[in-house]
């Protein structure tokens, strides 16, 4: 530019403190954070509350003194704001007597030119910017334009000060740079904002004048009476002059503004719109300003249709001081289009149009034809949707409305009270149900999302005296029929996602509250409660789980003591043996496999709540063991005369078993007789299947009694690794030290075998996908059990006998890995859009359902809809669908996730499931990455497992090279090593991936049918997360190594065979990889390290501190000893496998720690003497 836009920034800033300008870049950033400059208008916005008032009325002082300098500062803060750095300063002599036009297009062209030149990013500014001190500009901005207008007098602004601030403010929002055209229109929305400020404090200020000229002419006072209406008058003319302005600059604002191609800026106006009707809504009511709100409406950002519709809502409010004709008027032309947008595509915007809906409604303008779209979105899956649909029904379309918590909520654990206004809240629950009645269409499943819409802010949901007044049998106002369903789903709804928040500590104190209320209201009378729905199955399924949610409260509540030692007497005696009885019946008589789910919860939690509850279940246990006894006999092919067939009896009893084993051990430690004899049916199919017979166990018998099988040997191991004290899971069940000592071993050996055989023949992918869930599950709750057990032993809280380990032999790890193989190929067939599982459990996450329960659930309901559809044994009558594929295969993976069995370890499995980090699908890979994640977490905790953690890599790495070649299995390499550090590892896992690479290449030059496989490990190498001093050592191993792994002896033979391994290139880039290092170390400059057994200078003696260690260090840095501490045995013996140099192996101990660092030169290149690697790499960890 001609003037002082173009004059150097280091002339200009000549005048700033030496030790400012060094901090500022040419980003335009402080080190602080905010934007740079030393104006008072800069500082004021970058600054955490200032007095803006006082910084704007300092600002006019120095307008009155000097106005182009003041003019000059504002455009300088408009270009800060908008991130324009190098022409953010500007002077007097660039405003005065030009035009804002003018300047504006010089603006442009200058940064046109310097954006072709350097490249430049218009789209982030402060505005909008995430960066440290943004919020603050964007707090501050807007409030100091506003206070500058607010703050003025009306002399000065009607003498020239607005038409300077609307020229100026106006010509940078036409700026063609979109930064600077945000900040101009922001700057001069605040402007109209705060003449709204001056409007109507005049307004004010004349019908105060008015009320007193009346006053006055009644008294006679007529002098009094003259100077009031000369003053009056004045403010009249003054308030029309700024109201004129105020509208003329909006309207020009608005009309240009509303459609920016810059969607921030279109929002910024539309919000401004709000807050403009807020302060004076009539004034905004007319068609000259609601205009822009007709085509904001179906603006193409869904978040300034959003502030569109909010900017309307202010509009509707019930507001008497508004003529109704102007209301009549606007809402005749948006109603249709406001209804439109209730089921927008956004829920956001969604939810801001129901909530101008119930504004139109408030004005009897909506007729109740058009309250059907927006009832029907109470069921929508979006919390936000549904609740404002919620306050919609519950405000016009209910009699009363059921909402009465405050808006502010009660404090943490406080309830409103109950049954405190009589039978209100009876009124309010009725009222619910005759909706529910009326919409849902017998679809109770709905009321779900009724309840969380209105979950802390209806209070007769948690009146639980008057829901079970109303729920059971006998009293006055008690229901029946489907209305009784309704209000049982409901209860059931109230409790479960109370139980919900608990678990997920998301409010748990007014959850807690709500299902202790719930607990004293319901548990004694669990009996009535089942008697009352057990003629509706899905009542009966609802009030199973309502009780199974109350009953684990109370199981939890007691065993915190305390607040929730009540609990304790809610079903001791009698109570509890009644609600043991009622389950018990309810267990036999429901047929609904969910219904009986529940109930075997609830028993759990009802042994650990009363004694007297034991016998019942135990009762129960037994009549169905003896019965499955009976049946299994049946099975043998003879003829037998019987109602029901054996085949179905026994199916329905063993899945009553099967479902009653996760409460309690069914087979009553019977280990010989009761799993012998669900083995032998096992083995029978195996058999029969093997041989072309067809199989008197069909499939989902077969599923079951695997299940079955394996939840009792899961219990059977916990109480048999731990005996004393027993397992909690376990605790409740009847055992036999001798039995299970002598036999539980065999029965999982033999188990497994089965497994084995129905995994490798039989033709029902569900019966071999449950062999495979049930064996790994099996072998991973046997580690678990010797892990605590070894545990519990080592902190000396109990003494057991030697632990028998169950083993995974060779027949059981191929067929798993063969069907493992089966499922991945069949779920990576799946096309990558199709078919997505996302809902991944995390293992040993007691919130989240099992990977185990939904692999079942998924095989149990795939073959029942099968079965119901007439499919015989064939395998092709249970084929299943893409999702199904996809989810059976990620569920599988994660099992193998979960198991922490060192023969799974050492086996194919965690390899096949590595591999997955090549699939198209990222369901598939995020199954690798949770193996992957699992393993890096190991390694860093134990030297052990680290070896494990890169023996696991380098399988994966081996068997994709060994199918897909060099190139697939370098991209797995890559992949793999992306996800296990960043920057250098702990010295452990150095060493540890050291020795994996070399037994990498012993076997790439061992193995002849492994060609190039060392190029496969390149990556492993250029990642360059071990010390080059590693890795130049390795390179000398292989060198001299290498050879001797050669099959032929003859020197040109070995070398072809080492050139095919790859060795050459695994060479070089060992070298070279070690080379970037040292060049990259170079240039930093190192203090020099003294030579071997010599002191390190400046270095202390062993045992002295370092004054200003924790300053230099950053802080609460760790002794590098602690870090380094790791298996002394595990790195002598890598050490003398890598021929390392002796500092290598001593580093135990803290004063052989120092010496080590003090000789080995290539560490300290690397660590430095103050170990900052060292600490960083375990601070990440």
Same mark, same amino acid.
């Given at each position: 530019?001609?003037?002082?836009?173009?004059?150097?920034?280091?002339?200009?800033?000549?005048?700033?403190?030496?030790?400012?300008? +060094?901090?500022?870049?040419?980003?335009?950033?402080?080190?602080?954070?905010?934007?740079?400059?030393?104006?008072?208008?800069?500082?004021?916005?970058?600054?955490?509350?200032?007095?803006?008032?006082?910084?704007?009325?300092?600002?006019?002082?120095?307008?009155?003194?000097?106005?182009?300098?003041?003019?000059?500062? &504002?455009?300088?803060?408009?270009?800060?704001?908008?991130?324009?750095?190098?022409?953010?300063?500007?002077?007097?002599?660039?405003?005065?007597?030009?035009?804002?036009? %003018?300047?504006?297009?010089?603006?442009?062209?200058?940064?046109?030119?310097?954006?072709?030149?350097?490249?430049?990013?218009?789209?982030?500014?402060?505005?909008?910017?995430?960066?440290?001190?943004?919020?603050?500009?964007?707090?501050?901005?807007?409030?100091?334009?506003?206070?500058?207008?607010?703050?003025?007098?009306?002399?000065?602004?009607?003498?020239?000060?607005?038409?300077?601030?609307?020229?100026?403010? =106006?010509?940078?929002?036409?700026?063609?740079?979109?930064?600077?055209?945000?900040?101009?229109?922001?700057?001069?929305?605040?402007?109209?904002?705060?003449?709204?400020?001056?409007?109507?404090?005049?307004?004010?200020?004349?019908?105060?004048?008015?009320?007193?000229?009346?006053?006055?002419?009644?008294?006679?006072?007529?002098?009094?009476?003259?100077?009031?209406?000369? /003053?009056?008058?004045?403010?009249?003319?003054?308030?029309?002059?700024?109201?004129?302005?105020?509208?003329?600059?909006?309207?020009?604002?608005?009309?240009?503004?509303?459609?920016?191609?810059?969607?921030?800026?279109?929002?910024? $106006?539309f919000e401004a719109f709000r807050r403009w009707a807020s302060a004076d809504i009539e004034t905004f009511l007319t068609q000259q300003w609601t205009r822009y709100l007709h085509f904001g409406l179906?603006?193409?950002?869904?978040?300034?249709?959003?502030?569109?519709?909010?900017?309307?809502?202010?509009?509707?409010?019930?507001?008497?001081?508004?003529?109704?004709?102007?209301?009549?008027? =606007?809402?005749?032309?948006?109603?249709?289009?406001?209804?439109?947008?209730?089921? %927008?595509?956004?829920?956001?915007?969604?939810?801001?149009?129901?909530?101008?809906?119930?504004?139109?409604?408030?004005?009897?303008? =909506?007729?109740?034809?058009?309250?059907?779209?927006?009832?029907?979105?109470?069921?929508?899956?979006?919390?936000?949707?549904?609740?404002?649909?919620?306050?919609?029904?519950?405000?016009?379309?209910?009699?009363?409305?059921?909402?009465?918590?405050?808006?502010?909520?009660?404090?943490?654990?406080?309830?409103?009270?109950?049954?405190?206004? +009589?039978?209100?809240?009876?009124?309010?629950?009725?009222?619910?149900?005759?909706?529910?009645?009326?919409?849902?269409?017998?679809?109770?499943?709905?009321?779900?999302?009724?309840?969380?819409?209105?979950?802390?802010?209806?209070?007769?949901?948690?009146?639980?005296?008057?829901?079970?007044?109303?729920?059971?049998?006998?009293?006055?106002?008690?229901?029946?029929?489907?209305?009784?369903?309704?209000?049982?789903?409901?209860?059931?709804?109230?409790?479960?996602?109370?139980?919900?928040?608990?678990?997920?500590?998301?409010?748990?104190?007014?959850?807690?509250?709500?299902?202790?209320?719930?607990?004293?209201?319901?548990?004694?009378?669990?009996?009535?409660?089942?008697?009352?729905?057990?003629?509706?199955?899905?009542?009966?399924?609802?009030?199973?789980?309502?009780?199974?949610?109350?009953?684990?409260?109370?199981?939890?509540?007691?065993?915190?003591?305390?607040?929730?030692?009540?609990?304790?007497?809610?079903?001791?005696?009698?109570?509890?043996?009644?609600?043991?009885?009622?389950?018990?019946?309810?267990?036999?008589?429901?047929?609904?496999?969910?219904?009986?789910?529940?109930?075997?919860?609830?028993?759990?939690?009802?042994?650990? &709540?009363?004694?007297?509850?034991?016998?019942?279940?135990?009762?129960?246990?037994?009549?169905?063991?003896?019965?499955?006894?009976?049946?299994?006999?049946?099975?043998?092919?003879?003829?037998?005369?019987?109602?029901?067939?054996?085949?179905?009896?026994?199916?329905?009893?063993?899945?009553?078993?099967?479902?009653?084993?996760?409460?309690?051990?069914?087979?009553?430690?019977?280990?010989?007789?009761?799993?012998?004899?669900?083995?032998?049916?096992?083995?029978?199919?195996?058999?029969?299947?093997?041989?072309?017979?067809?199989?008197?166990?069909?499939?989902?018998?077969?599923?079951?009694?695997?299940?079955?099988?394996?939840?009792?040997?899961?219990?059977?191991?916990?109480?048999?690794?731990?005996?004393?004290?027993?397992?909690?899971?376990?605790?409740?069940?009847?055992?036999?030290?001798?039995?299970?000592?002598?036999?539980?071993?065999?029965?999982?050996?033999?188990? $497994?075998?089965?497994?084995?055989?129905?995994?490798?023949?039989?033709?029902?992918?569900?019966?071999?996908?449950?062999? =495979?869930? @049930?064996?790994?599950?099996?072998? @991973?709750?046997?580690?678990?059990?010797?892990?605590?057990?070894?545990?519990?032993?080592?902190?000396?809280?109990?003494?057991?006998?030697?632990?028998?380990?169950?083993?995974?032999?060779?027949?059981?790890?191929?067929?798993?890995?063969?069907?493992?193989?089966?499922?991945?190929?069949?779920?990576?067939?799946?096309?990558?859009?199709?078919?997505?599982?996302?809902?991944?459990?995390?293992?040993?996450?007691?919130?989240?359902?099992?990977?185990?329960?939904?692999?079942?659930?998924?095989?149990?309901?795939?073959?029942?809809?099968?079965?119901?559809?007439?499919?015989?044994?064939?395998?092709?009558?249970?084929?299943?669908?893409?999702?199904?594929?996809?989810?059976?295969?990620?569920?599988?993976?994660?099992?193998?996730?979960?198991?922490?069995?060192? %023969?799974?370890?050492?086996?194919?499995?965690?390899?096949?499931?590595?591999?997955?980090?090549?699939?198209?699908?990222?369901?598939?890979?995020?199954?690798?990455?949770?193996?992957?994640?699992?393993?890096?977490?190991?390694?860093?905790?134990?030297?052990?497992?680290?070896?494990?953690?890169?023996?696991?890599?380098?399988?994966?790495?081996?068997?994709?090279?060994?199918?897909?070649?060099?190139?697939?299995?370098?991209?797995?390499?890559?992949?793999?090593?992306?996800?296990?550090?960043?920057?250098?590892?702990?010295?452990?896992?150095?060493?540890?991936?050291?020795?994996?690479?070399?037994?990498?290449?012993?076997?790439?030059?061992?193995?002849?049918?492994?060609?190039?496989?060392?190029?496969?490990?390149?990556?492993?190498?250029?990642?360059?997360?071990?010390?080059?001093?590693?890795?130049?050592?390795?390179?000398?191993?292989?060198?001299?190594?290498?050879?001797?792994?050669?099959?032929?002896?003859?020197?040109?033979?070995?070398?072809?065979?080492?050139?095919?391994?790859?060795?050459?290139?695994?060479?070089?880039?060992?070298?070279?990889?070690?080379?970037?290092?040292?060049?990259?170390?170079?240039?930093?400059?190192?203090?020099?390290?003294?030579?071997?057994?010599?002191?390190?200078?400046?270095?202390?003696?062993?045992?002295? /501190?370092?004054?200003?260690?924790?300053?230099?260090?950053?802080?609460?840095?760790?002794?590098?000893?602690?870090?380094?501490?790791?298996?002394?045995?595990?790195?002598?013996?890598?050490?003398?496998? &890598?021929?390392?140099?002796?500092?290598?192996?001593?580093?135990?101990?803290?004063? /052989?720690?120092?010496?080590?660092?003090?000789?080995?030169?290539?560490?300290?290149?690397?660590?430095?003497?103050?170990?900052?690697?060292?600490?960083?790499?375990?601070?990440?960890?």
């Amino acid at each position: 530019m001609a003037h002082a836009l173009a004059i150097p920034a280091a002339v200009r800033g000549a005048a700033m403190p030496p030790e400012v300008a +060094g901090q500022i870049g040419k980003s335009g950033r402080l080190p602080g954070g905010g934007p740079a400059g030393r104006a008072p208008l800069v500082r004021a916005v970058r600054t955490k509350q200032p007095d803006l008032r006082r910084i704007a009325s300092a600002w006019h002082e120095r307008f009155e003194r000097d106005r182009h300098a003041a003019m000059a500062e &504002l455009v300088s803060l408009v270009l800060v704001v908008a991130d324009v750095p190098s022409h953010s300063d500007v002077a007097r002599d660039d405003v005065q007597d030009r035009e804002p036009g %003018d300047v504006v297009q010089q603006l442009v062209a200058s940064l046109a030119l310097e954006a072709s030149e350097k490249g430049a990013d218009f789209t982030q500014h402060w505005l909008v910017s995430r960066e440290r001190g943004a919020q603050r500009v964007r707090e501050n901005y807007p409030v100091l334009w506003r206070e500058i207008a607010s703050t003025s007098s009306c002399e000065s602004l009607l003498e020239g000060l607005l038409q300077l601030l609307r020229d100026w403010t =106006l010509a940078l929002a036409e700026c063609q740079f979109r930064s600077v055209r945000h900040a101009a229109s922001v700057a001069a929305l605040h402007i109209v904002e705060g003449l709204g400020v001056q409007c109507n404090s005049l307004s004010e200020f004349c019908g105060t004048a008015a009320m007193q000229i009346r006053d006055a002419e009644a008294q006679g006072a007529s002098s009094r009476f003259a100077t009031l209406s000369a /003053e009056h008058e004045q403010a009249t003319r003054t308030m029309q002059s700024l109201a004129a302005a105020r509208d003329a600059m909006g309207v020009a604002l608005l009309s240009r503004r509303t459609k920016d191609v810059d969607p921030e800026v279109r929002r910024s $106006c539309f919000e401004a719109f709000r807050r403009w009707a807020s302060a004076d809504i009539e004034t905004f009511l007319t068609q000259q300003w609601t205009r822009y709100l007709h085509f904001g409406l179906s603006d193409r950002d869904p978040k300034t249709r959003a502030a569109v519709l909010s900017a309307l809502e202010e509009l509707l409010k019930d507001n008497p001081s508004v003529a109704p004709h102007a209301i009549q008027g =606007l809402v005749e032309h948006i109603r249709p289009r406001i209804l439109a947008r209730c089921h %927008d595509v956004d829920p956001q915007v969604g939810a801001a149009a129901i909530r101008c809906t119930a504004a139109i409604a408030a004005r009897n303008l =909506l007729g109740e034809e058009e309250f059907d779209p927006v009832i029907d979105l109470v069921w929508d899956p979006d919390a936000r949707r549904s609740t404002e649909a919620a306050s919609f029904v519950t405000r016009f379309v209910l009699s009363e409305d059921v909402i009465d918590y405050p808006t502010s909520g009660l404090s943490a654990g406080h309830l409103l009270p109950a049954g405190s206004s +009589g039978g209100a809240a009876r009124r309010k629950v009725m009222m619910l149900l005759q909706f529910l009645g009326e919409y849902t269409e017998g679809h109770f499943q709905l009321v779900d999302r009724l309840v969380a819409s209105l979950w802390k802010r209806a209070s007769c949901l948690e009146d639980w005296e008057t829901i079970a007044n109303l729920a059971l049998p006998g009293g006055e106002h008690a229901l029946t029929g489907n209305i009784h369903t309704a209000l049982v789903h409901l209860a059931e709804a109230t409790v479960r996602l109370a139980a919900h928040d608990v678990a997920s500590d998301n409010g748990s104190a007014h959850a807690e509250a709500v299902l202790d209320r719930a607990a004293r209201a319901l548990s004694a009378r669990l009996p009535a409660f089942f008697t009352a729905c057990q003629s509706e199955p899905a009542a009966m399924r609802r009030a199973a789980s309502l009780y199974r949610h109350i009953l684990g409260h109370c199981s939890a509540r007691r065993n915190q003591g305390g607040a929730g030692a009540f609990c304790d007497g809610l079903l001791a005696g009698p109570q509890g043996e009644a609600a043991a009885e009622a389950l018990k019946t309810a267990f036999m008589r429901q047929p609904d496999p969910d219904t009986l789910e529940y109930i075997a919860e609830a028993f759990a939690y009802l042994l650990d &709540l009363s004694e007297r509850a034991r016998p019942v279940i135990l009762d129960l246990t037994g009549f169905l063991h003896e019965k499955m006894m009976k049946l299994v006999p049946m099975l043998s092919g003879e003829a037998v005369t019987a109602d029901v067939p054996p085949a179905d009896a026994l199916l329905a009893v063993a899945t009553r078993l099967r479902i009653l084993a996760k409460a309690v051990d069914v087979s009553l430690c019977q280990v010989r007789s009761f799993l012998g004899a669900a083995l032998g049916l096992l083995d029978d199919r195996a058999d029969a299947v093997a041989r072309g017979y067809q199989p008197a166990t069909g499939p989902l018998l077969a599923v079951t009694l695997l299940e079955l099988l394996v939840i009792v040997l899961m219990r059977h191991a916990a109480a048999l690794i731990q005996p004393d004290p027993l397992p909690h899971c376990v605790v409740h069940d009847p055992i036999n030290q001798k039995e299970l000592k002598e036999l539980t071993l065999t029965a999982a050996r033999d188990f $497994c075998k089965v497994a084995a055989e129905l995994l490798q023949s039989d033709p029902v992918p569900h019966v071999r996908t449950a062999a =495979l869930a @049930t064996a790994i599950a099996l072998l @991973t709750s046997w580690a678990n059990a010797v892990r605590f057990t070894e545990a519990s032993r080592a902190d000396g809280l109990g003494a057991s006998p030697e632990v028998p380990w169950l083993q995974l032999d060779d027949q059981l790890a191929v067929a798993l890995c063969s069907h493992m193989g089966e499922l991945l190929t069949e779920a990576n067939g799946v096309p990558p859009d199709c078919g997505n599982f996302a809902a991944l459990p995390e293992p040993g996450n007691p919130k989240h359902t099992s990977a185990f329960s939904l692999v079942f659930a998924s095989v149990h309901q795939a073959l029942t809809s099968a079965m119901g559809n007439g499919a015989g044994e064939e395998s092709t009558s249970y084929v299943m669908s893409d999702s199904e594929k996809v989810r059976m295969a990620a569920l599988a993976c994660n099992l193998v996730t979960a198991c922490q069995h060192p %023969d799974v370890a050492d086996s194919n499995l965690p390899a096949v499931v590595l591999t997955q980090a090549l699939s198209n699908r990222d369901d598939l890979q995020e199954v690798a990455w949770m193996l992957l994640k699992r393993l890096r977490k190991e390694a860093h905790m134990q030297t052990d497992s680290a070896s494990v953690f890169f023996k696991v890599l380098m399988h994966a790495v081996h068997m994709v090279h060994r199918d897909g070649g060099v190139e697939v299995a370098s991209d797995l390499s890559v992949r793999l090593l992306q996800h296990t550090g960043v920057g250098k590892l702990a010295l452990g896992m150095q060493v540890a991936l050291i020795a994996a690479l070399q037994a990498g290449v012993q076997t790439a030059i061992m193995a002849e049918s492994s060609p190039g496989f060392l190029e496969a490990l390149v990556p492993w190498v250029t990642k360059h997360i071990v010390d080059d001093a590693l890795l130049l050592e390795l390179a000398a191993w292989v060198e001299a190594e290498g050879p001797s792994f050669a099959s032929s002896g003859a020197d040109d033979a070995a070398a072809a065979q080492l050139e095919a391994a790859g060795v050459p290139a695994f060479l070089a880039a060992c070298r070279a990889t070690a080379a970037r290092g040292e060049r990259q170390t170079a240039a930093v400059p190192l203090p020099s390290m003294p030579a071997l057994g010599e002191a390190a200078p400046d270095t202390p003696e062993a045992g002295a /501190e370092t004054p200003g260690a924790d300053e230099q260090s950053g802080g609460g840095q760790e002794d590098c000893t602690a870090m380094y501490v790791a298996d002394e045995e595990h790195l002598a013996n890598a050490g003398t496998q &890598l021929a390392l140099p002796a500092p290598w192996l001593r580093i135990s101990r803290s004063t /052989e720690l120092r010496a080590f660092h003090a000789s080995s030169a290539s560490l300290a290149r690397s660590c430095g003497l103050r170990c900052e690697l060292c600490a960083v790499q375990y601070s990440g960890d």
